[in-house]
């Protein structure tokens, strides 16, 4: 279904009369520049509220087979992510708030692409004033999609069962304990729909917090540096780094990324960080059995722990519902269509919440950090 009005001729020719010279398309730029100074709280709700709906209309999991289970579990968003990816139409749909006559012709063929740069050339001064231009880029930048509703499905492949949640905006918790994952969702204060148990942590006290390498969480604000002699065992590992926009996955230097400036320099308002214990996939290829010598029972068949990114920019989490290696894991997570995903502490610690319950069927480890989902849920599962 079209969101956008088909004819654009009575707008194109509207700036075609009064630009015959094609300065239309500066025009267009100078238009933009104005939207973004004297439209932006009208027009980004808006947008959201477009998405949104789209998303609501695709989030319903039709039960007729493992093919269309994750099908459309995974790619639920397809339509929101064809616009947000697509930044021509992304923004023919904001502009129909404001003017017609240039809505249609953002949505005729001859629309300039370059008048998206726009945005990155409003002058310093006027961003500090009006950070409008940037927000609306990043709110149209291609990748990530943190806006679907969370659902949750239970599925099989290649004999691995597997337990998904996604949608939503990944978030971390970091507990002042350790406890059972509902009850580190109860203490949060941040209302997740759903969460998984997080990175490792230390076993030297049973109600110790500490956790391997530096952490920075979305519901302490708090950034907590790790231990240097521990650090330098994890270098290469994977750093997790969640704005409220995008995730970047990228190897820990431990003299680089063990203070909050440090992991500032890697991603501009970051509110999340730790380290993961492996990719699982990494750019939409699983890691091979090898790739694990370097992690401590990594080859044993345990109950896992993971969280990721799928190809249509969507956060999820989710555990293993059998005992098996991280291999064999990361294999299943690739057909499942994660672009990249990393193990998280698995064994006996494996513990995933959904609406306040366990959904496991034994009594995990208690831990103090988890990887949660907050948003809205989908009407159905």
């Given at each position: 279904?079209?969101?956008?009005?088909?004819?654009?001729?009575?707008?194109?020719?509207?700036?075609?009369?009064?630009?015959?010279?094609?300065?239309?398309?500066?025009?267009?730029?100078?238009?933009?520049?104005?939207?973004?100074?004297?439209?932006?709280?009208?027009?980004?709700p808006t947008t959201q509220t477009i998405a949104q709906a789209?998303?609501?209309?695709?989030?319903?999991?039709?039960?007729?087979?493992?093919?269309?289970q994750i099908s459309n579990l995974l790619k639920t968003t397809i339509n929101v992510s064809n616009l947000v990816s697509n930044s021509d139409q992304g923004v023919k749909v904001a502009m129909q708030t404001f003017a017609s006559?240039?809505?249609?012709?953002?949505?005729?063929?001859?629309?300039?692409?370059?008048?998206?740069?726009?945005f990155s050339t409003i002058p310093s001064p006027l961003q500090a004033v009006v950070p409008v231009g940037r927000a609306i880029a990043i709110s149209l930048e291609p990748g990530f999609n943190f806006s679907s509703p969370?659902?949750?499905?239970?599925?099989?492949?290649?004999?691995?069962?597997?337990?998904?949640?996604?949608?939503?905006?990944p978030v971390t918790i970091h507990a002042d304990s350790r406890y059972q994952l509902e009850e580190v969702v109860a203490r949060s204060g941040i209302n997740p729909v759903a969460a998984v148990d997080g990175t490792f942590f230390s076993l030297k006290f049973l109600d110790s917090?500490?956790?391997?390498?530096?952490?920075?969480?979305?519901?302490?604000?708090?950034?907590?540096p790790g231990n240097k002699s521990e650090n330098k065992k994890l270098a290469g590992r994977p750093l997790v780094l969640i704005s409220p926009y995008a995730v970047s996955y990228i190897p820990f230097e431990?003299?680089?990324?063990?203070?909050?400036?440090?992991?500032?320099?890697?991603?501009?308002?970051?509110?999340?960080?730790?380290?993961?214990a492996a990719w699982l996939v990494k750019n939409g290829e699983a890691k091979p059995a090898?790739?694990?010598n370097f992690l401590q029972g990594a080859d044993a068949t345990r109950f896992r722990a993971f969280w990721g990114m799928n190809k249509s920019g969507v956060p999820v989490i989710g555990i293993?519902?059998?005992?098996?290696?991280?291999?064999?894991?990361?294999?299943?997570?690739?057909?499942?269509?994660?672009?990249?995903?990393?193990?998280?502490?698995?064994?006996?610690?494996?513990?995933?919440?959904?609406?306040?319950?366990?959904?496991?069927?034994?009594?995990?480890r208690p831990v103090p950090h988890a990887v949660a989902l907050i948003g809205n849920e989908s009407d159905c599962n």
């Open positions: 279904m079209r969101l956008i009005p088909k004819n654009p001729v009575l707008g194109y020719r509207f700036l075609t009369l009064i630009c015959p010279d094609k300065s239309h398309k500066v025009v267009t730029k100078l238009m933009l520049v104005m939207i973004c100074v004297f439209g932006f709280l009208e027009l980004f789209a998303n609501n209309r695709n989030a319903c999991i039709q039960n007729n087979g493992l093919n269309q006559p240039l809505s249609s012709y953002l949505n005729s063929s001859d629309f300039d692409r370059g008048a998206l740069d726009v969370i659902q949750r499905v239970s599925t099989k492949i290649d004999d691995v069962p597997l337990v998904l949640i996604s949608g939503g905006k917090n500490v956790m391997i390498g530096p952490v920075y969480s979305y519901s302490t604000k708090k950034f907590i431990p003299d680089k990324h063990n203070t909050l400036e440090g992991i500032q320099a890697e991603m501009s308002g970051v509110t999340d960080a730790f380290v993961g090898n790739y694990f293993s519902a059998k005992r098996l290696d991280s291999a064999s894991l990361g294999k299943a997570l690739v057909k499942a269509g994660f672009q990249d995903a990393v193990m998280l502490d698995s064994g006996a610690s494996t513990s995933l919440v959904y609406k306040g319950q366990s959904l496991v069927g034994y009594v995990p």
